[in-house]
C-alpha cells in the first residue's frame, strides 16, 4: 500500500509518518512538504511543494496511491477567519480534489479535532470551519474518515510547533500515565492516532466516518496494528 501525508513535519503528522513507516504493509511513504524533512528511510519519498492551493505542478506525481492522512494545519489562535479558512479549507479540499482525481478508490484521513462543529452554528469560528471542510470532505465520492481527537499526547520524538503547545506538553509528560486512568475518553497518544489511521484503511466502507478518541484508542491497541 502507498500512504501520502500531510503535514509530516507537524506533531500528529510526525506519529502518521512514524506508523507508516514501521508498518509492513506500507510499501511507499510519499510525504509532501514545503521544506524537505530531516528524517529518512527506504520507504520514504518527499515531494517539496510550496503552493498548497494547486496540485497542477506535481499531480503526475500523486497517481497509484492508496491512502492520504492529511495532518496538514494551524492553530487558529491569533488569526483571523479568513486567513484560517485559507488553510484548514482551501488547502484541504484542494488535496482532496486532485488526489481523488488521480485515485478514485483513495482513503482519505482528515485530522480535524474535538468540538468541531458541523451545523455551522458554533460561536467559536475554527469550530465551524473544520466542520465545513468535514462537510465537504464526507460529500465527495469517496472514502473519508474524520478524526476528532481531544488532548494528544506526543511521543517518540513528535513536537507541536506551536511554543504554548509545547511547553504544555514538557509539563504533562510526566502525569500522562494518570491523565489516561483519569480521562480516558479524552486523551490519546500520536502513536495511537497515526496506528488508527493505518486501521481505517482496512476497512471495506465499514465503520463510523467520524472517530473520536475512544475510536482513535480502540482502533490503536487492535492486534494486528500492535
Known amino acids: 500500500m502507498r500512504v501520502i501525508v500531510f503535514g509530516a513535519s507537524g506533531m500528529v503528522g510526525h506519529g502518521a509518518l512514524r506508523a507508516c513507516l514501521h508498518d509492513d504493509a506500507i510499501t511507499e511513504v510519499l510525504a509532501v512538504v ?6 529518512a528511510h527506504p520507504k520514504l519519498r518527499q515531494i517539496v511543494h510550496t503552493d498548497f492551493a494547486d496540485y497542477t505542478t506535481i499531480q503526475d506525481q500523486l497517481t497509484d ?9 494551524v492553530s487558529a489562535a491569533g488569526r483571523g477567519e479568513q486567513e484560517y ?7 484541504t479540499l484542494a488535496a482532496a480534489r486532485a488526489l481523488h482525481t488521480a485515485n478514485p478508490s483513495l482513503t482519505f484521513v482528515y485530522v480535524s479535532g474535538q468540538g468541531t462543529d458541523s451545523t455551522g452554528k458554533s460561536r467559536q469560528m475554527w469550530a465551524r470551519v473544520k466542520g465545513r471542510t468535514e462537510n465537504e470532505l464526507l460529500a465527495m465520492p469517496m472514502k473519508a474518515y474524520m478524526f476528532r481527537p481531544g488532548y494528544i499526547q506526543p511521543t517518540h520524538g513528535a513536537t507541536s510547533r506551536t511554543p504554548l503547545y ?9 502525569v500522562y500515565p494518570l491523565l489516561k ?3 480516558p475518553r479524552h486523551v490519546t497518544t500520536t502513536d495511537a492516532v497515526g496506528r488508527a489511521m493505518l486501521a481505517v484503511t482496512r476497512w471495506n466502507g465499514t465503520g463510523p466516518t467520524v472517530l473520536r478518541n475512544p475510536d482513535i484508542n480502540r482502533l490503536s491497541a487492535a492486534p494486528e496494528n500492535v
Open 166 to 174: 509545547r511547553a504544555l506538553y514538557r509539563v504533562t509528560a510526566g
Open 65 to 73: 496511491v492508496d491512502a492520504c492522512f492529511y495532518c496538514l494545519g
Open 34 to 39: 514545503r521544506t524537505p524533512l530531516s528524517t
Open 85 to 91: 479558512t485559507r488553510v484548514t479549507y482551501d488547502y
Open 181 to 183: 486512568r483519569v480521562f
